[in-house]
């Protein structure tokens, strides 16, 4: 399969629904899903135990493995525990910047208003796993939580016959308070409404297949979450200075997560399309997992596509509304300053996206299927509450009484009326 090139001018309804309208798959399984959910809150460990053997081939025994952790940390080779705890040192600092001070300002009519931030009690971070490695998530899930001073921090990850060791290590040094081997629906659904084994929390987190997204869809009301997420994502905007071979690695770069990735590199130059198509299938070619690759590049949301313009090509990515953003262009920041929905941006030739899926600092747990237009990624607010707070002089509650109950009349609440004029008739101080 080679890489084609599209212009974007000539993409028809069902091309641009394909690129637009992307979704996380989770339709078909939503009853399937919702059964799973509604056994583990009516059963608990017992239906636990019954999917993960069903789904995982496991038998579980003790579901909680933090000293596993431990251990597989104290293990782990020095190269790979020092690269695990540099990723923890970087996303601790960038999450440390975003945690925000409580604040009061007093107004000069008596009004002294402010606000104030607390952790939430209880979180639940899923981390990806089984057999596989994913450490970053682990460290991206837990970090922020840790940082934000949530009291207690439960990861759930996959179990296998063999955890990864690199998984465990990091969920150890990112600083989670208890892990359990848990994955799936029926990993959500503990963590949702607790079992005899997993605590109840009060949000989740994370990344996962599409049975974890629907999961998190299934309990949404009955505990927060961060959002849906679907298959990775990334837009290229290139310009003619662009180098075709790093627009090129970037599409197979995210191409190699999942066969349902979508990767899109848009350009306004035709030799730069064309020269990024031809990269793309030659360094396709060199990938050990080239099979994964090439389905993803020819997902109906993937390709390389031609603008008429620079504009033109900002358009469509702000349409887009890319989980992640790489700008290779000459004037960079003006490209960033017409695009305000993306999840997180990669300005330059030196910036590759592994380097936010893994060290640079900021969080790659981060909106799919344009849920950039609305929201942004994991952060430190994400397990903070806020809370206004206002106090009020006497001199203050006077010159705003007549706003308060004038408006109190005009919504039929005499009562909200009345609890402002008791206190301006009486006599006595300010309290």
Same mark, same amino acid.
Do not use: C, W
């Given at each position: 399969m080679t890489v084609d090139v599209r212009e974007i001018a000539d993409l028809g309804p069902s091309d641009r629904a394909a690129f637009f309208n992307r979704d996380a798959g989770i339709e078909?399984?939503?009853?399937?899903?919702?059964?799973?959910?509604d056994r583990v809150r009516e059963e608990?460990?017992?239906?636990?135990?019954?999917?993960?053997?069903?789904? @995982?081939? #496991?038998? $579980?025994?003790?579901m909680a493995i933090t000293d596993d952790c431990e251990r597989a940390y104290d293990e782990l080779p020095d190269d790979l525990r020092e690269a695990i705890e540099t990723a923890v040192t970087n996303v601790t600092e960038f999450h440390e910047a975003q945690v925000p001070d409580d604040w009061?300002?007093?107004?000069?009519?008596?009004?002294?208003?402010?606000?104030?931030?607390?952790? $939430? @009690?209880?979180?639940?971070?899923?981390?990806p796993g089984g057999s596989a490695a994913y450490p970053s998530s682990a460290i991206m899930g837990v970090v922020p939580a840790v940082v934000a001073g949530v009291d207690h921090i439960a990861v759930v990850t996959p179990p296998a016959d063999e955890v990864n060791p690199a998984t465990l290590a990091a969920i150890h040094a990112a600083g989670a308070d208890v892990v359990y081997s848990v994955g799936g629906a029926q990993a959500i659904a503990g963590l949702a409404y607790g079992t005899e084994s997993i605590n109840r929390v009060q949000k989740i987190v994370g990344p996962g297949n599409k049975w974890v997204t629907a999961a998190k869809a299934a309990v949404r009301g009955d505990v927060?979450?961060?959002?849906?997420? /679907?298959?990775?994502?990334?837009?290229? #905007?290139? @310009?003619?200075?662009?180098?075709?071979?790093l627009v090129a690695a970037e599409l197979v770069a995210q191409a190699e997560h999942d066969p349902n990735a979508s990767v899109v590199a848009v350009t306004a130059d035709d030799g730069t399309a064309e020269a990024v198509a031809a990269a793309v299938d030659e360094q396709a070619?060199?990938?050990?997992?080239?099979?994964?690759?090439?389905?993803?590049?020819?997902?109906?949301?993937?390709?390389?596509? $031609?603008?008429?313009?620079?504009?033109?090509?900002?358009?469509?990515?702000?349409?887009?509304?890319?989980e992640h953003l790489s700008i290779i262009a000459d004037d960079d920041e003006s #490209? $960033?300053?017409?695009? @305000?929905?993306?999840?997180?941006?990669?300005?330059?030739?030196?910036?590759?996206?592994?380097? /936010?899926d893994y060290a640079s600092g900021t969080n790659h747990v981060l909106p799919t299927n344009?849920?950039?237009?609305?929201? /942004? /990624?994991?952060s430190v607010e994400t397990f903070l509450r806020s809370t206004t707070v206002q106090r009020l002089s006497r001199e203050g509650l006077a010159d705003i009484g007549e706003t308060i109950t004038t408006l109190a009349a005009a919504e039929g609440l005499e009562a909200h009326a009345e609890s402002v004029r008791r206190r301006l008739d009486r006599d006595g101080d300010d309290a």
């Open positions: 078909a399984i939503r009853g399937d899903v919702r059964e799973i959910v608990g460990d017992v239906a636990v135990r019954e999917y993960t053997s069903e789904f @995982d081939a #496991v038998e $579980l025994g003790n009061r300002e007093k107004f000069s009519d008596g009004r002294e208003l402010g606000r104030r931030f607390r952790p $939430l @009690d209880r979180v639940g971070v899923y981390v927060e979450i961060d959002f849906l997420a /679907g298959p990775s994502e990334v837009v290229v #905007v290139a @310009d003619e200075t662009a180098d075709p071979d070619n060199a990938r050990e997992r080239e099979e994964v690759i090439r389905d993803a590049l020819d997902n109906e949301a993937s390709g390389v596509l $031609l603008a008429r313009s620079m504009s033109e090509a900002i358009l469509f990515t702000e349409e887009y509304a890319p #490209v $960033l300053e017409r695009i @305000d929905s993306a999840g997180s941006v990669f300005l330059g030739s030196n910036t590759p996206v592994a380097a /936010g344009g849920g950039a237009r609305i929201t /942004g /990624g994991l």
